[in-house]
């Protein structure tokens, strides 16, 4: 077990595709500043890959302090053991205070391989962070732990997770639920390069770490067909919208604004929609300018991915439901003729 480090710094575990820093690493990269200004410590990062030096002067341009890079060419490819094997060798030596993953397929399988060899707690897609000093009823003080924030028993609850024994402490956060931090081009950090395996290890260390098990022939890297994040206007539509043919109605709308379409998962469920079109606990987290729900109740699980969207507008015939408590503007009627009305008028504009 890892013992507490109080100069401990606040680490990101930076992801990269093809040699590119994911946006969400960089998101984490906004978060990770805040929790280490509040400890007081700095901020680090993990780069593992090969021929990737350039990803760490993003990072220090999005406020990392310290970049820890181990480079090699059998690191090119994510691959579980040898990444994991990498990530606690680091943990082991520097002992970070918190270090924080993307809830993407890597850091999924990344971060609870990791929370088990140094015997610590992770907690998963975390809605927020914090830090606060926790007393036990006894009246020991924890100073600075790490608050993690998520919904849980189904969404019914908001729970804040604490850890106060074990170290470091990790949790995993989805894209989109951090807002990117901004870029100060003139900042510079420090490398501190670390070496995978070394020249006197054996090939029977290489083995262990499954290298050999593993070999990549070749990669293809699937482009997301919509990109719900980068949309400046969503229509989403829920269960309420009845019908895969009155989604159109949805589509006509958004495409007024150049928009994307959204669903709760309810819609996805019923088939009316694809997957990759939902927002919410489970699905993507948005912060559009503007956000129409059509049909569209409003549970915990769907607020999660899009209450922090500038304005909403919520479209639902029960004036009850509870979307409207969030809704900026709510209409109380049908979709299926309060729609055609808005495009009408849009257009008309
Ligand atoms: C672990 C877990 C994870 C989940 N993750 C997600 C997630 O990521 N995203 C998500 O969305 N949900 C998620 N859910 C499901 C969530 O709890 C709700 O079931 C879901 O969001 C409900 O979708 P809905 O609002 O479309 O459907 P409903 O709750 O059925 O609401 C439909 C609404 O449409 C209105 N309506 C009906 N007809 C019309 C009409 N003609 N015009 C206007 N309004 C009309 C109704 O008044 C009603 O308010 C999750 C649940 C669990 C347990």
């Given at each position: 077990?890892?013992?507490?480090?109080?100069?401990?710094?606040?680490?990101?575990?930076?992801?990269?595709?093809?040699?590119?820093?994911?946006?969400?690493?960089?998101?984490?990269?906004?978060?990770?500043?805040?929790?280490?200004?509040?400890?007081?410590?700095?901020?680090?990062a993990?780069?593992?890959?090969?021929?990737?030096?350039?990803?760490?002067?993003?990072?220090?341009?999005?406020?990392?302090?310290?970049?820890?890079?181990?480079?090699?060419?059998?690191?090119?490819?994510?691959?579980?053991?040898?990444?994991?094997?990498?990530?606690?060798?680091?943990?082991?030596?520097?002992?970070?205070?918190?270090?924080?993953?993307?809830?993407?397929?890597?850091?999924?399988?990344?971060?609870?391989?990791?929370?088990?060899?140094v015997?610590?707690?992770?907690?998963?897609?975390?809605?927020?962070?914090?830090?606060?000093?926790?007393?036990?009823?006894?009246?020991?003080?924890?100073?600075?732990?790490?608050?993690?924030?998520?919904?849980?028993?189904?969404?019914?609850?908001?729970?804040?997770?604490?850890?106060y024994?074990?170290?470091?402490?990790?949790?995993?956060?989805r894209?989109?639920v951090?807002?990117?931090?901004?870029?100060?081009?003139?900042?510079?950090?420090?490398?501190?390069?670390?070496?995978?395996?070394?020249?006197?290890?054996?090939t029977?260390?290489?083995?262990?770490?499954?290298?050999?098990?593993?070999?990549?022939?070749?990669?293809?890297?699937?482009?997301?067909?919509?990109?719900?994040?980068?949309?400046?206007?969503?229509?989403?539509?829920?269960?309420?919208?009845?019908?895969?043919?009155?989604?159109?109605?949805?589509?006509?709308?958004?495409?007024l604004?150049?928009?994307?379409?959204?669903?709760?998962?309810?819609?996805?469920?019923?088939?009316?929609?694809?997957?990759?079109?939902?927002?919410?606990?489970?699905?993507?987290?948005?912060?559009?300018?503007?956000?129409?729900?059509c049909?569209?109740?409003?549970?915990?699980?769907?607020?999660?991915g899009?209450?922090?969207?500038?304005?909403?507008?919520?479209?639902?015939?029960?004036?009850?439901?509870?979307?409207?408590?969030?809704?900026?503007?709510?209409?109380?009627?049908?979709?299926?003729?309060?729609?055609?009305?808005?495009?009408?008028?849009?257009?008309?504009?």
């Amino acid at each position: 077990m890892i013992e507490k480090n109080e100069s401990g710094e606040v680490w990101i575990y930076a992801e990269t595709q093809e040699g590119e820093l994911q946006e969400l690493s960089l998101e984490l990269c906004g978060k990770g500043c805040e929790l280490a200004n509040k400890i007081g410590v700095k901020t680090g990062a993990v780069l593992i890959g090969d021929n990737i030096e350039h990803a760490a002067i993003k990072l220090f341009e999005y406020g990392i302090d310290n970049v820890y890079i181990v480079e090699d060419k059998r690191l090119t490819y994510f691959r579980s053991s040898p990444y994991s094997h990498v990530v606690v060798k680091l943990i082991n030596k520097y002992r970070p205070q918190i270090v924080l993953y993307g809830a993407s397929n890597l850091g999924r399988d990344l971060a609870p391989r990791v929370a088990s060899a140094v015997q610590s707690g992770l907690t998963a897609d975390c809605t927020n962070l914090d830090i606060s000093d926790i007393t036990e009823k006894n009246g020991t003080v924890h100073k600075n732990l790490l608050l993690q924030i998520r919904p849980a028993f189904g969404g019914n609850i908001v729970a804040t997770i604490v850890n106060y024994d074990k170290w470091p402490q990790m949790a995993t956060v989805r894209e989109g639920v951090f807002s990117m931090p901004s870029l100060d081009s003139k900042r510079k950090g420090n490398i501190i390069r670390e070496i995978y395996i070394s020249e006197n290890e054996t090939t029977e260390t290489e083995k262990l770490l499954g290298l050999d098990a593993v070999e990549v022939i070749r990669r293809e890297v699937q482009k997301r067909k919509i990109n719900l994040k980068s949309a400046r206007v969503i229509v989403a539509g829920g269960a309420g919208v009845g019908s895969k043919e009155n989604f159109d109605l949805l589509f006509e709308l958004a495409n007024l604004f150049s928009g994307a379409v959204g669903a709760s998962r309810a819609a996805v469920d019923l088939g009316f929609i694809d997957a990759e079109h939902q927002i919410g606990q489970t699905g993507s987290t948005v912060r559009p300018l503007i956000y129409i729900a059509c049909g569209i109740s409003g549970m915990v699980q769907h607020r999660v991915g899009m209450e922090g969207s500038a304005k909403i507008i919520a479209i639902n015939t029960d004036s009850s439901a509870p979307i409207f408590s969030i809704a900026h503007y709510g209409i109380v009627g049908d979709l299926k003729q309060v729609i055609p009305l808005m495009v009408k008028a849009f257009r008309e504009r």
